[in-house]
């Protein structure tokens, strides 16, 4: 089983390290950004959306651990918004370490935070997932996501 700690500010440092570095390269290998532009795009985005790190209102970050053993297992974020006149979670960010991925920590973090953004009063939750992410897309359509907009590009040869 897993379970959500806050994220610790030292967690937040290392965990916006690896994340910037990650969420670039998603925007170029999505055709998005450049290599030349993409580090620093996605920095910006990040202090955007987390002036105040893990002290952001209505943003929540977690450490995923193991119940049994409090190993860390992964993180999740999301943010509490209201859209449409409707209370929702938006994920911005959930990975599983590598070393703990097709043990069931996904599910179970997906199935824990219905639970826990059902607390703040949200009747949906919302995520973006890259195309080429198709591993990603797959948990979420076994969760029972489903697709509300899709972009779609063709390279043309030469």
């Not at 806050?6 to 950004?33: K, L, N």
């Not at 826990?116 to 969760?143: D, M, P, S």
């Given at each position: 089983?897993?379970?959500?700690?806050?994220?610790t500010?030292?967690?937040?440092d290392?965990?916006?390290?690896r994340?910037?570095?990650?969420?670039?390269?998603?925007?170029?290998?999505?055709?998005?950004?450049?290599?030349?532009?993409?580090l620093?795009?996605?920095?910006?985005?990040?202090?955007?959306?987390?002036?105040?790190?893990?002290?952001?209102?209505n943003?929540?970050?977690?450490?995923?651990?193991?119940?049994?053993?409090?190993t860390?297992?992964?993180?999740?974020?999301?943010?509490?918004?209201?859209?449409?006149?409707?209370?929702?979670?938006?994920?911005?960010?959930?990975?599983?370490?590598?070393?703990?991925?097709?043990?069931?920590?996904?599910t179970?973090?997906?199935?824990?935070?219905?639970?826990?953004?059902?607390?703040?009063?949200?009747?949906?939750?919302?995520?973006?997932?890259?195309?080429?992410?198709?591993?990603?897309?797959?948990?979420?359509?076994?969760?029972?996501?489903?697709?509300?907009?899709?972009?779609?590009?063709?390279?043309?040869?030469?």
């Amino acid at each position: 089983m897993v379970e959500f700690g806050p994220m610790t500010a030292t967690e937040f440092d290392s965990y916006c390290q690896r994340a910037i570095a990650e969420y670039a390269d998603e925007h170029v290998q999505s055709g998005r950004w450049s290599a030349e532009e993409a580090l620093d795009n996605a920095a910006r985005e990040y202090q955007k959306l987390l002036p105040d790190g893990v002290a952001t209102p209505n943003h929540f970050l977690y450490t995923l651990k193991d119940v049994s053993t409090h190993t860390p297992v992964g993180m999740l974020w999301y943010a509490i918004e209201t859209k449409a006149a409707q209370q929702r979670a938006f994920i911005y960010d959930v990975r599983i370490d590598p070393a703990f991925r097709r043990q069931g920590y996904a599910t179970q973090a997906f199935r824990a935070l219905e639970d826990l953004v059902r607390t703040h009063g949200a009747q949906q939750i919302r995520l973006h997932v890259f195309g080429h992410n198709l591993e990603a897309r797959a948990l979420y359509e076994k969760l029972g996501y489903i697709a509300t907009n899709i972009n779609m590009a063709k390279t043309l040869d030469d």
